[in-house]
């Protein structure tokens, strides 16, 4: 479907979850993980206050927009951050991440 991507989520157990993610919504990466009922926490909702959406891209190839200063300190928190770190709910999907894969962070 045209206006629709798929996304490859790994939650925290290791389970392989694919996602059919419609684009008109405006979704973040947070949004879509809820929606489908997984195990993300996002505690404050998608504001960028908790860093519980914690994931782990593992798609270099895909094209994901910058991180901004305050998503860069909450990461910067965490003891198992690392490079591919990200909060989902800074990632506000699009057609160019298709096929994106992530893993959802233990906590």
């Not at 909702?45 to 782990?56: L, N």
């Not at 909060?87 to 233990?106: F, P, R």
């Amino acid at each position: 479907m045209e206006n629709e991507i798929t996304i490859t989520v790994i939650d925290q157990n290791g389970n392989t979850h694919t996602l059919l993610c419609p684009l008109e919504m405006g979704l973040t990466l947070k949004d879509i993980c809820k929606a489908y009922e997984l195990p993300m926490e996002a505690m404050c909702g998608g504001m960028a206050m908790c860093a519980t959406c914690h994931c782990f891209i593992l798609s270099e190839a895909i094209p994901l927009p910058e991180k901004n200063d305050i998503e860069e300190a909450l990461l910067s928190e965490l003891f198992t951050s690392n490079t591919t770190s990200r909060l989902a709910c800074q990632i506000h999907l699009t057609a160019q991440m298709d096929g994106l894969s992530v893993k959802i962070a233990v906590d």
